[in-house]
């Protein structure tokens, strides 16, 4: 497998990507009912910590009958490694929706500083729906498991047409296959189960580490759950309240990646135009940006056959997408992208992208479009679609209108259950944010947002990055030391920083 290869295949096989609550008096009398003793044991897979053990925590399938009907939430923990200085239980929530974080322990969690991992236990877990939790599906047809269908891409017209026709599809086979538990899979029922996890390990608070749509879940929590919370880092944070123009929380996270490209994009060019690049495909930044448009515009015209690929062709949408999933981490990505169109430059394409296994597939892009059809209301007309996307393709050419698209959501069968949960600045100051300063999926914009609805509540790390998740990964040493200090020892800034 060559690099751009791997690179496409890592892309591919990545999570998807951004009122007034249920009575808090029921969530806290659910929460806080004498939880079962946990029942450790070794974790099934290979390649683990051989010190990660797992057990399950059972929740209600709804939470309006904490009686009825449970589910098994699958937990991992490495226990802290210096048990005398022990503080309590940092819990990572991954990203997505449609991941899990229940065996980033022995992955990320061992780049935390030895600090950190002595003074916690390391808790993972699978949220409802995914990997061994409860795994749902839609049995979605195998054309709209492809990332350029499920990024809801308008036509080369920008008609929205066929992305309604496809959402109704979806949608469809999400209500037909995906059982009692498609209706429950949201972001608040997720803060629900998390604090069961909490009760579950004995722990007064928790402590978290939330990136990606991981942070939104942990800034739910925190509101939910304020007096729970003991040091929180938010990475790669979404705008947690929306707007009018935009949406609420699942329709600000879409229409986020028309800033979140445009921050992105500069670094790409300035890159793919340096001197002494060998994949350089421009003199100027300028010329890069130019070239990548009338690319896409031919593609869009005469796709070029990709035999293995899903779809099997290299058309102007699968480009857009490539550009959107390679920005993500630039130090791979950026190389595969411009691989990517040197070839396709000259009428050609690499080997094709090894595809993750269906099941895998299936499973995250169920638990997606379930979280995102459950956490707001969304539009149902076509003119709604129309309208937004002909705004946002004259707006930003580089993401032709997708951000403003129909997705399952426009067609989803289920009655809202509950609005989605307000961030406020109500609560004790527990957080502290992390954010790239250019990340394509979480974009400073709306992370900006979100640091002002907590107030007083937060302190906010900006680092002059590029890429998505900054902890420990994309961001930077100045960013990481920061986190790292607050997670081991309480200490926050006073005040907002910047990471140079």
């Known amino acids: 497998m060559t690099k751009t290869t791997r690179n496409v295949a890592l892309i591919v096989a990545a999570s998807v990507v951004l009122g007034v609550t249920a009575p808090l008096t029921a969530t806290a009398a659910v929460a806080t009912s004498t939880p079962e003793p946990l029942d450790w ?234 001197p002494g690049n060998p994949y350089r495909l421009a003199d100027t930044a300028t010329g890069v940006r130019t070239l990548f448009l009338r690319l896409a515009a031919r593609l869009d015209r005469e796709p070029i056959p990709w035999p293995g690929a899903n779809p099997a062709e290299l058309n102007g949408n699968v480009l857009r997408q490539t550009m959107v999933d390679t920005f993500y981490d630039p130090d791979d990505g950026f190389p595969a992208l411009a691989q990517l169109i040197l070839a396709a430059q000259k009428g050609t394409v690499p080997p094709a992208p090894e595809a993750p296994p269906e099941p895998l597939l299936q499973n995250g892009l169920a638990v997606a479009i379930a979280t995102f059809c459950n956490d707001e209301e969304w539009p149902r007309s076509t003119s709604a679609y129309q309208k937004g996307v002909d705004e946002s393709r004259a707006k930003y050419p580089l ?16 009655p809202l259950k509950e609005n989605p949960v307000r961030i406020t600045d109500r609560g004790p100051s527990t957080v502290l944010l992390v954010q790239n300063q250019r990340d394509v999926a979480t974009p400073l914009s709306g992370a900006l947002k979100l640091r002002a609805a907590l107030g007083k509540r937060a302190v906010m790390v900006t680092v002059n990055s590029t890429g998505h998740d900054a902890y420990l990964a994309n961001g930077n040493e100045c960013g990481d030391r920061i986190v790292s200090r607050y997670l081991a020892t309480g200490e926050r800034p006073r005040r907002d920083t910047y990471c140079g």
Not at 74 to 92: D, F, N, Q, W, Y
Not at 197 to 225: C, N, P, T
Not at 240 to 257: I, T, Y
Not at 399 to 414: I, L, V
């Open 399 to 414: 993401t032709a209108g997708m951000p403003r698209n129909a997705t399952a959501c426009a067609a989803w069968p289920y």
């Open 41 to 274: 044991a070794k974790c099934e897979g290979s390649g683990l910590d051989p010190r990660q053990e797992c057990a399950t925590v059972h929740v209600p399938i709804d939470y309006a009958d904490p009686g009825g009907k449970k589910i098994g939430i699958t937990v991992s923990r490495i226990p802290s490694e210096k048990p005398a200085v022990r503080r309590g239980a940092l819990l990572l929530i991954a990203g997505g929706p449609g991941g899990g974080s229940l065996d980033e322990l022995s992955g990320k969690g061992q780049k935390l500083p030895q600090e950190v991992r002595d003074a916690y236990d390391l808790i993972g877990f699978d949220p409802r729906g995914v990997g061994r939790s409860a795994p749902v599906s839609c049995g979605l047809e195998a054309d709209d498991l492809a990332r350029s269908t499920f990024f809801p891409w308008p036509a080369p017209d920008g008609s929205v047409t066929e992305n309604m026709v496809t959402a109704r599809r979806m949608a469809d086979a999400c209500a037909r296959d995906g059982g009692e538990l498609i209706r429950h899979i949201s972001s608040a029922d997720n803060a629900r189960d998390i604090d069961r996890i909490r009760a579950a390990l004995g722990e007064r608070k928790l402590s978290a580490w939330g990136d990606s749509y991981g942070s939104y879940v942990g800034a739910v929590y925190s509101q939910l759950f304020p007096h729970r919370t003991d040091r929180f880092v938010l990475d790669s944070n979404l705008d947690g309240n929306g707007d009018p123009e935009h949406g609420q929380v699942s329709r600000a996270l879409w229409a986020g990646f028309e800033t979140g490209v445009e921050d992105v994009f500069p670094e790409f060019a300035k890159w793919a135009s340096a």
